[in-house]
Every structure is written in structure tokens, then in C-alpha cells.
């Protein structure tokens, strides 16, 4: 098993975050992992993308061409990254800011509201946990407890109210990605 994934969106939608989330998940979950960031020009409102590669064995090269899995947030992350994805590949897109249709027929596509998802749920900036949730719910690459546990360790000093809402946005959106 070798898994890799593209987290792409603007800067301010916690891209690198969702990134080190899954990575550390893996991490957790006793697989062999790549984590590498890419930020556009500006933090906050520019581009932002992060590559992850899961394995049960060595990775030999963090670099990826052509993903097995796509997380987008928006739709200047999908124009970019979609024809990258592998064919029969999983796309994973934030509906809430899609403009476009999707064109591809030979990949795997989850199109989730996580932006008014996170809405309903108290807080618009968890929409990124909302579609990481819908990852794991689709792909079931790492155990859902892995990926709670990883967020206790990455934000111990966050409130325990904020980090119940981003559990409840992870499990919201593996609900979602579990039933598509």
C-alpha cells in the first residue's frame, strides 16, 4: 500500500495543517510517511498545497507526479491539481467554493459542502478537518482515532471547546465520505 495525497486551497484554509494532521495520523498508525508544504507568494489568501505519502514500506522519494488522492478546498486548487490525479484516483472537493463542474469521468469524486458544513458546526476555519474527515471516511488510509489523536498532539494548548469542534468537523466528514 502506498497512498499519495495532494491537500491544495488558498492560504488561511488550513492546508498545511490538514497536511500534518494526516501525516502525523500515519505516524501514529505505524506507516512510513513523507510530509512536504508549498505556500504561494502570500500566507493568508495566497496558494497553498501540501504532499503526504503513506506507505506500509520506504518511500523513496517525497516528490509526487500524479497523486492518488486530492483534497481541494477551492476551485484555483482543483484547476491545477485535477489532471494530476491518477486515473480511478479520489477526489475530495470543497463544494462550497466550486465553480466549476468537475469534467473527469475516470477518477473516484466526493464533493462535500465543508465550508458550510463548518458553518453549521460553529466555526467556518474547521472546514479543512470537515474534507480530511471525508478522506479518511473514504479511503480508510489511517483509523479516525488516529487522526483525534493527532489533533490533541498538534494543538495541546488550544481549548478543549475548539478541539471538540474540529473532532466533531473530522467525524462529520467521515460520516460523509463513509457513505459515498
Do not use: H
Not at 479516525?144 to 489523536?149: C, F, Q, T, Y
Amino acid at each position: 500500500m502506498k497512498e499519495q495525497i495532494i491537500c491544495a486551497g488558498a492560504g488561511g484554509q488550513g492546508i498545511v495543517t490538514m497536511g500534518k494532521i494526516l501525516a502525523w495520523a500515519a505516524l501514529k498508525d505505524e506507516k512510513f510517511v513523507t510530509f512536504i508544504p508549498s505556500y504561494g507568494a502570500e500566507m493568508r489568501g495566497g496558494t497553498a498545497n501540501c504532499s503526504v505519502i503513506i506507505s506500509e514500506g520506504e518511500i523513496a522519494s517525497p516528490s509526487i507526479e500524479t497523486p492518488s488522492s486530492l483534497i481541494i478546498m477551492n476551485n484555483a486548487s482543483l484547476n491545477k491539481f485535477e489532471s494530476r490525479l491518477a486515473k480511478n484516483g479520489l477526489l475530495i472537493v470543497n463544494s462550497s467554493l466550486l465553480e466549476r463542474k468537475i469534467t473527469r469521468k475516470d477518477i473516484r469524486i466526493i464533493q462535500i459542502p465543508a465550508t458550510e458544513i463548518a458553518e453549521e458546526l460553529g466555526q467556518i476555519k474547521m472546514a479543512n478537518m470537515v474534507a480530511l474527515g471525508a478522506y479518511i471516511g473514504k479511503s480508510k488510509i489511517i483509523p479516525l482515532k488516529k487522526l483525534e489523536e493527532s489533533l490533541i498532539s498538534a494543538f495541546p494548548k488550544v481549548t478543549k471547546e475548539i478541539l471538540a469542534l474540529n473532532i466533531k468537523a473530522l467525524r462529520k466528514g467521515e460520516e460523509i465520505g463513509s457513505s459515498r
